[in-house]
Structure formats: C-alpha cells, structure tokens
C-alpha cells in the first residue's frame, strides 16, 4: 500500500507536534507487507522540515512550500493537498487533525477522488487493508472500519501516538508546482485574533481537569452567596495549576436564567452527558453532584477526586477515587496558598 503522510508546518517552518505523532503513525503502518511511504509537507519552510524527518523511512518528500502557503488559508490549503494526494499516487494517506488540516482536507480529499474520515484514533494493517478506529456519538460506541475506496484520507485525532523521533538529515524534497487562480487569492490572513492565553479556560493539553459545579453559586454556611469569591478562587487555581475547566450543566445553565453566576463559564465549558468528555490524568471536582458529569464527563479521567460537603453525595462516591468531604471554598483557599 502507497501511504502519504501529510503535514504541514508551522510559523517558524517546524513541523508541530501533531505531525510527528502521524508520522510516527505512518511510518509503522509502511511495516506491512509492500508498503512504501511518501511525506508530504504544506507551509512555510517545507523543505527544511522534510530535512528534519528525513530519517523516518520514507521513499519520496513531496513539498509546497511556495509563498503562498506561507499563511493558513481554505483555498491554497486545499489546492496544494489536493496536489500532493495526486502527486504520491498514494492510496492511504494520514494527516494530523490540526486547525488547518480539519478545515482544508475535505475540499482536499474531493477534489483528489478520495474518501475522508475524520477524528480517527488508530489505524493498522490487517490483510491487506487498514482498519481505522474512531468513536461515535460523542464518545459512546467506538467503531473499527474500513474502506475499498482509494485514496482513503485518515485525519488523526492528535494526542494518540508518541511524536516520531530520529535523525535528520537530507531529504532531498521534490517542490511541487501548485497552479493556484486569483480566485484561491482573494482571502488574505492579516492576523490573529485570541484571548490571552491566561483567559482561556479550556486546554486539551492540561493534566487537570477542574470541574465546577452549581455549588460554588448556592447559599453558603452564613446563608448568602459568594460568587465574586467562588470566581477568584477558581480561577485562582486555574492560573496556578494550569488546569482545564469544566462544568457542570446546572452551573453554565444559570447564566442563561439571567442569575448571577461565574462570568468565566460557557456551555463550552460543560462536560457529561450533554457535554463534552475530555481526556486529561487527572480530575478534581467541586461542589458538583450530578450524574453525568461524573459518569460520563470524567469517562476519560484517569484519576479523580472529588470535594463535596455532602457526604452522601451518591456520585462523587461512586466515581471519584477519593471523596474530600468538606467546604470547597476553604480547601481551595488552602490548596491555592500551597501552590502560591
Ligand atoms: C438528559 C439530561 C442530560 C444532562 N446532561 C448533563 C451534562 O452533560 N452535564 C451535567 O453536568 N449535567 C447534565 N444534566 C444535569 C444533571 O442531571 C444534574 O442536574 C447536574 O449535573 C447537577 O449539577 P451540579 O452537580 O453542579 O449541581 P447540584 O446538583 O445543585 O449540586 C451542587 C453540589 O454542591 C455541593 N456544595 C454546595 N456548597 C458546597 C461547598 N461549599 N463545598 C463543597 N460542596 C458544596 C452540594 O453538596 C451539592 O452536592 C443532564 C440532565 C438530563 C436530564
């Protein structure tokens, strides 16, 4: 089977870390019987980067690294993978599940004849086909498959595979012409615009999941509500232990009722059932109780604590590996001063 890594680089011309993990993927699956395996990088630098995987087994380094794909952008993306799908010949092509590729490689994969499967967690040989891997239906059912279609794009969750390693060296990479149109043109990249990393709430990459629940808003011991601290002690700990947010349902749901709730928290935020179920090695919930962030919103947490000041809460106990029972703001007051 002719596989196709496909990559692209990143501003300084690096290849970003979700590429060597396909990398690393393709270069196992290019063990099979007749396999052969071609690289192909998109962006700023190409050339260069090919230089620094050039160890990783490949038969052919295919480029475009033309001015043009200097900036991400819908329209050049899609014509140069298009390009170097059909430049390989290649009939299983993998690609990192990046920003970039997610948006560009449908319209890609289209315009070169192939099929495409996205969020795909492991691909592997077996008699002479490839069996892809990926979940459905928000993470409930997971599926193996496979297809006759040829070229099949497999877009890889990142995250999965240990980044590749090895030598550099030359790769002698073949640039390959892309003919783009003015029409490809007409969208220019002027910049980016982002929170400041400190305001953004949500990190994959954490090792914490911190899950907040519609305690931290409820009256407290001296029966009034103390939401301005729940924020600062939150996000407090947030900032101090790099952690991701979650929430549960009930707390981002109080925002939309107009009461007065963390000003921090979106659905985005939400975990469970209705929520997401992200993956991070550890968990620490407070003031939540429900069921579904627990079972299913931590589904993927590795290990989990929990601080409730019930200590009949039913699935805190069933599904956190310890169960702090006391008041969430003094252990997170106390937790806060220790990592200041
Ligand atoms: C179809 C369906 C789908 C749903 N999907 C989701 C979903 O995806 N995600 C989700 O989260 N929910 C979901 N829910 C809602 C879910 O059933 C619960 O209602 C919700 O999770 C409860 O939120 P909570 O635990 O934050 O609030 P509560 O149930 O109000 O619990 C608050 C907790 O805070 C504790 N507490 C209060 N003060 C303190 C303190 N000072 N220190 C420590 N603990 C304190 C209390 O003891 C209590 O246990 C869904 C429900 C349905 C019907």
């Not at 192939?114 to 967690?121: G, M, P, V």
């Not at 193996?144 to 969750?157: G, I, K, T």
Request: charged fraction near 15%; aromatic fraction near 6%; hydrophobic fraction near 45%.
């Amino acid at each position: 089977m002719k596989i196709l890594a496909l990559l692209h680089t990143q501003e300084d011309g690096s290849l970003p870390k979700a590429a060597l993990e396909v990398l690393a993927a393709a270069a196992a699956l290019k063990g099979q019987p007749g396999g052969s395996l071609a690289v192909g990088i998109i962006g700023q630098g190409a050339a260069g980067a090919a230089d620094t995987v050039a160890g990783c087994g490949a038969e052919r380094f295919l480029t475009v690294g033309a001015e043009t794909v200097a900036q991400p952008r819908y329209a050049t993306d899609t014509a140069a993978a298009a390009a170097l799908i059909k430049e390989s010949g290649a009939e299983l092509v993998v690609a990192p599940g990046t920003a970039r590729f997610a948006r560009c490689l449908p319209g890609a994969a289209h315009r070169a004849g192939a099929q495409i499967d996205t969020h795909i967690i492991s691909a592997r040989a077996e008699g002479g086909n490839v069996q892809a891997q990926r979940w459905f239906y928000r993470q409930r059912i997971l599926g193996s498959f496979s297809r006759a279609a040829r070229p099949w794009v497999l877009l890889a969750d990142t995250g999965l595979n240990a980044p590749w390693q090895g030598a550099a060296g030359a790769a002698g990479a073949k640039e390959i012409a892309v003919s783009f149109d003015d029409a490809d043109l007409r969208t220019s990249v002027i910049g980016t615009r982002a929170p400041a990393a400190a305001a953004q709430t949500i990190k994959p990459d954490a090792a914490l999941l911190f899950v907040a629940g519609a305690g931290w808003t409820k009256k407290q011991k001296d029966g009034q509500t103390h939401i301005a601290a729940a924020g600062a002690l939150i996000q407090g700990f947030l900032h101090k232990a790099n952690a991701s947010l979650g929430s549960s349902k009930s707390l981002v749901d109080l925002q939309s009722e107009g009461q007065e709730t963390l000003n921090f928290m979106t659905h985005m935020n939400q975990v469970g059932q209705t929520g997401s179920t992200p993956r991070h090695a550890k968990g620490l919930s407070t003031c939540c109780h429900g069921e579904e962030p627990h079972a299913v919103g931590w589904r993927f947490i590795n290990e989990r604590r929990a601080v409730n000041l019930d200590p009949n809460c039913g699935w805190a106990q069933g599904k956190a590996d310890v169960v702090y029972v006391g008041d969430a703001f003094e252990v997170m007051s106390k937790l806060n001063a220790l990592l200041s």
